[in-house]
Structure formats: structure tokens, C-alpha cells
């Protein structure tokens, strides 16, 4: 196990669905990432947090909505989500961003969404 | 250009084979480099980090070359284990990371 808990694992949702997907780590980490892979393609940085502040957001459409409410825990909201949007969505956490270049990421196993 | 450029393969060694993967880069002030794999619908995992002076890990050893923003990895005396897509990792002095669209390497019987 990495330390970084995502939930659910998998999920399908109708494109007038709201749904919620989770990110916890337990490594004490300050920046959290959430990366997006659809199917046989690389992964794609979506957002980036660092000691709970947005850092990054990568052109992504405001159906996708994150909340970093602590250090800790992560949250994707999704909205009114398109057939296109189905992929694996992983969230990722590294010590901090900036300030230290030796950075590695932990990833969490990943959510499969499949939207209909 | 893409910032970190890699073969995307597939390459497909027996096992036992010895099979390397490039990987170039684009942005200079780039500071800190890793290798992390793949499995199919699995979370990327790390599996080196890539030291100035060469680095091996049993059978992976993992090069850089700064004058040629050039890495690599090479794996000897594959195994059927070690399919799976190989990401190239390169990190900015801001801590940013940025990823290959990954090598897939397939080892057969």
C-alpha cells in the first residue's frame, strides 16, 4: 500500500449525476494532485493543491469540481459529466511542491469511471 | 514539442532478453528524474529515481545524461513480471512533475 486511499474504485454515473470521488493519505504529505487516464492514453494533470491551496488547474471544465479541505483529504466533485469523461481517475500526494526538486509521487489505486 | 518524449513501443522481448528505454526532455532547468511502471489499469508506481552518476537496482539500471537531456532504463534478464508501461518522470526545480506517455514493454514465454 502506498498511504493513498481512494474511494470508490469504481464508478458509473448517468450524465445527470452528481457524484464524489475521495482521496485520503496517510503520509503526511502537503500537495495533492488529481491526474486523469483515459483509456490507452497518458495521464493528464488536472489540479494541484499545496498546503490546501489550488496551485494548478489545467484548462479543466468546471463539471469537474476539487475541494482540498486539509493536508489530508482530497475531493473531485462531479457534475453533469459527458460520455468522454469515462477514464481512471488517480489522485497523487508528494511531500510539498517547490522548494525540494527530489519530489516523488504516491498514487492511490485510482477510481474507474465509466459515465453512461 | 512534448516536454518529456519517449518511444512508446510496444517493445516485445523473450524473457531473458535485455531491453532499454529512452527518454529525452526538453526543459533544461530540469533538476530531478524518475522511472515509475505501469500496470494495466493500475496506479503508476515508482520504481527508481535517476542519479546523476548512474544508479542500479538489482536488475534496472537507470542513466542520465544532462549535456543530451537524456534518460534511460535498462532492464536485463527480463522477466514475464516486468510487462507493463515504463513512465518517464522529470521534475522541475518548482517540484513540478511531468510524465512521458510511457514505453509498454511485453515479455514472452
Known amino acids: 500500500e502506498t498511504g493513498v486511499t481512494q474511494t470508490p474504485r469504481h464508478l458509473v454515473m448517468g450524465m445527470t449525476n452528481k457524484k464524489s470521488l475521495k482521496c485520503e493519505q496517510h503520509?503526511?504529505?502537503?500537495?495533492m494532485y488529481w491526474y486523469k487516464q483515459s483509456a490507452k492514453k497518458p495521464l493528464e494533470l488536472m489540479f494541484v493543491y499545496n498546503f490546501k491551496e489550488q496551485t494548478e488547474n489545467n484548462s479543466v471544465p468546471s463539471r469537474f469540481s476539487p475541494e482540498c479541505p486539509n493536508s489530508s483529504h482530497l475531493f473531485l466533485h462531479l457534475h453533469t459529466l459527458q460520455p468522454e469523461d469515462s477514464a481512471l481517475y488517480l489522485c497523487?500526494?508528494?511531500?510539498?511542491?517547490?522548494?525540494?526538486?527530489?519530489?516523488?509521487?504516491?498514487f492511490g489505486s485510482g477510481t474507474q469511471l465509466s459515465v453512461l | 514539442r512534448k516536454e518529456v518524449e519517449q518511444d512508446p513501443g510496444p517493445f516485445n522481448v523473450p524473457e531473458g532478453a535485455t531491453v532499454a528505454f529512452n527518454c529525452t526532455y526538453s526543459?533544461?532547468?530540469?533538476?530531478?528524474f524518475f522511472w515509475y511502471r505501469q500496470d494495466c489499469r493500475k496506479e503508476p508506481k515508482l520504481l527508481m529515481s535517476?542519479?546523476?552518476s548512474g544508479n542500479e537496482d538489482g536488475r534496472f539500471t537507470a542513466q542520465l545524461n544532462r549535456a543530451s537531456q537524456y534518460i534511460s532504463l535498462l532492464i536485463r534478464d527480463s522477466k514475464l513480471s516486468d510487462s507493463a508501461t515504463y513512465l518517464c518522470v522529470v521534475n522541475t526545480n518548482a517540484g513540478k512533475s511531468t510524465f512521458g506517455d510511457g514505453t509498454t514493454l511485453t515479455v514472452k514465454p
Open positions: 497523487a500526494s508528494s511531500r510539498k511542491m517547490g522548494g525540494s526538486r527530489n519530489e516523488k509521487l504516491f
Open positions: 503520509l503526511g504529505h502537503n500537495a
Open positions: 535517476v542519479y546523476s
Open positions: 526543459n533544461s532547468a530540469s533538476q530531478s
